[in-house]
């Protein structure tokens, strides 16, 4: 069974740092990309960033670029976001997400719970 | 970036069909994916690769996408079905990945 689970959400003032972590099991880490998704309090979701199979390619959505980072340990089978110089809209409930192919336009076949960052000024 | 387009809100009654739509432009030379989220959970996969129903999906869920709509149709409407729905491409040039801000399906 395919298990993602998110660790490290907590309330942190505007402009400090939280590290994200999803711990992945129930399939072969490293055959897929994997992804990071949020979702705002009553909106909708937003992608955030993306990792390839062997973290050699990295995404990011506009509104993180230069503030977030992604990254994965695959002999760990985990995935990791480092986020830095937070700000109040980045109050988000934040899910680990795993894409059904290596890279490029697959889609997302399996989603963890999420764990909330809640941001304060 | 991307702009995907989906209407707020659609109500229909037990039984009739569901038809949600995602507008984009040329939307029909992109892979769309659907997910279903209901209150309190993770979103789940319900259509990917424009029309393709992953295992576990009922037939009653089917897709299409041509010129610059994308569709998401649910036929014989069930309580169960009531969710917020969203769309998703993959931009080949960015490589980011946009959502439709979603669409409240509610069974009247």
């Known amino acids: 069974e395919v298990q993602l689970v998110e660790s490290g959400g907590d309330l942190v003032q505007s402009g400090r740092s939280l590290r994200l972590s999803c711990a992945a099991s129930g399939f072969t880490f490293d055959d897929y990309a994997m992804h990071w998704v949020r979702q705002a309090p009553g909106k909708g979701l937003e992608w955030v960033s993306g990792?390839?199979?062997?973290?050699?390619?990295?995404d990011y959505a506009d509104s993180v670029k230069g503030r977030f980072t992604i990254s994965r340990d695959n002999a760990k089978s985990s995935l990791y976001l480092q986020m830095n110089s937070l700000r109040t809209e980045d109050t988000a409930l934040y899910y680990c997400?795993?894409?059904?192919?290596?890279?490029?336009?697959?889609?997302?076949?399996?989603w963890g719970r999420g764990t909330l960052v809640t941001v304060s000024s | 970036s991307y702009v995907l387009t989906q209407p707020p809100s659609l109500s229909v009654a037990p039984g009739e069909t569901a038809m949600i739509t995602c507008g984009g432009d040329k939307i029909g030379g992109k892979s769309v994916h659907w997910y279903q989220q209901k209150p309190g959970q993770a979103p789940v996969m319900v259509i990917y690769y424009d029309s393709d129903r992953p295992s576990g999906i009922p037939v009653r869920f089917s897709g299409s996408n041509s010129g610059n709509t994308a569709t998401l149709t649910i036929s014989r409407v069930e309580a169960g079905d009531e969710a917020d729905y969203y769309c998703q491409v993959w931009e080949s040039s960015s490589h980011h990945r946009g959502f439709g801000g979603g669409t409240k399906l509610t069974v009247l």
């Open positions: 997400v795993k894409q059904f192919t290596a890279a490029g336009r697959g889609a997302f076949d399996y």
């Open positions: 990792i390839n199979w062997n973290g050699g390619a990295l």
